[in-house]
């Protein structure tokens, strides 16, 4: 059987939660936001709701994802952060951190605070979260949010008694640089952060505990997922899909693509398996730099990339908005990774060119290193 699928524009939060709401209940299928190519006019019946990832690296994918899914994402939720609650939105509905709110609210029972769609400002935000009554708040932010907040409360008594009613803030999408995250809570602020994607109906892992019956295992080096979360598969695309998802002893993973390792019973995510350059001969992990460079006072947003090199084939640059020298970022990168991955160049940029739903855009910032040169004969 099939229903019919639809597009449901995020520039109304209100009216997405009403389609939603009829899309869980057996109503059409939704993809929020405005599809980058045509639609099917319908898909099979399980499929509630289509997320069209942003392809940070790779090629946009559609991600269908069941009510059933949704539902036990909502409910794993729930169980973790001790109960229903009422929830402020402050992301775009297209990316699925921003339904997911939608659908914890749903399940929850109260009305979610709706908070802009355009430029974060922190004020704003503690300003709209004080109209909040629902007996447990929350609220889900991207980590350039949180350092919003973060800078802003360390001036600002009243915004951070705003930011401290708040039970839980997730914080996902991407890795939270650990200087942020301690600051945070520093101030009193209730942090979580998440780990998921849209194929595991977003956040499923919360500081690295996996919630509901979520589990994760290591193979080869790469993070699977299993549970009831997880995304039916990628709609008109079945040789992705049975990439993505495999049986094992019966149970259905998602191989994540993300690299990681167990610590006692926490999950720890590395990076990115693809996020990887081949640099004179040895293999360069990007996200391993980042790690190193967001230690440093003023660089948590800095971005990691490759660029072309005729003496080493591809070397690391790293982009930020904050000042530091290349001498200072290279010395604390070799320290700790050796000379291979020392960064050829510090790009100072007025700020870190950003997809939708907030993680940095990497094909932009690729293209632009690539597009300076000046490369080939960096020595190390």
């Known amino acids: 059987m099939n229903r019919g699928l639809r597009a449901v524009s995020d520039a109304d939060p209100a009216a997405v939660l009403v389609a939603l709401r009829d899309a869980l ?7 929020p936001g405005r599809p980058r190519t045509e639609l099917p006019e319908a898909v099979d019946q399980r499929v509630a709701v289509v997320i069209e990832t942003s392809g940070s690296t790779g090629v946009p994918k559609r991600v269908a994802l069941s009510a059933d899914a949704l539902l036990a994402s909502a409910a794993a939720s729930e169980s973790s952060l001790g109960g229903p609650g009422q929830w402020m939105l402050a992301l775009p509905t297209h990316y699925i951190a921003g339904i997911n709110v939608l659908v914890r609210s749903l399940a929850a029972g109260f009305e979610p605070v709706y908070f802009g769609s355009g430029h ?10 004080r109209t909040m009554d629902g007996p447990l708040r929350f609220t889900s932010l991207v ?26 803030i997730l914080v996902g999408g991407q890795a939270t640089p650990p200087a942020l995250l301690a600051r945070a809570i520093e101030l009193g602020l209730n942090v979580t952060r998440t780990y998921g994607s849209s194929e595991t109906s977003g956040g499923c892992v919360y500081d690295g505990i996996p919630i509901g019956t ?19 598969g990628y ?6 899909t049975e990439a993505a998802f495999a049986m094992h002893g019966g149970v259905r993973w998602y191989r994540t693509g993300d690299a990681g390792e167990v610590v006692g019973s926490a999950l720890r995510v590395t990076g990115r398996l693809d996020n990887v350059i081949i640099s004179g001969g040895e293999k360069v992990s990007l996200d391993a730099i ?21 003496e080493w084939g591809e070397v690391p640059v790293v982009f930020t ?5 290349l001498a200072v970022v290279k010395a604390a990168v070799i320290a700790t990774l050796g000379r291979a991955s020392a960064p050829v160049a510090l790009v100072r940029v007025e700020s870190v060119p950003q997809l939708p739903n907030g993680k940095p855009d990497r094909r932009a910032l690729t293209a632009f290193a690539a597009a300076r040169g000046g490369h080939a004969s960096t020595g190390r």
């Open 120 to 129: 974060f400002d922190a004020t704003e935000f503690a300003e709209a979260s």
């Open 235 to 240: 709609l008109g695309d079945p040789a992705t």
């Open 214 to 232: 979520v589990e994760a295992r290591i193979v080869d080096g790469q993070v699977e997922l299993a549970g009831p979360v997880l995304a039916d």
């Open 290 to 310: 980042e790690r190193v460079v967001h230690a440093i006072d003023g660089l948590a947003d800095a971005v990691a990339v490759g660029s072309p090199s005729e």
């Open 321 to 325: 908005s904050g000042h530091a020298t």
């Open 25 to 31: 209940a057996g109503g059409p299928a939704i993809l």
């Open 143 to 168: 980590p350039a949010q949180l350092a919003r907040v973060v800078d802003a409360a360390d001036d600002d008594i009243d915004l951070l008694a705003a930011m401290r009613r708040f039970d839980r």
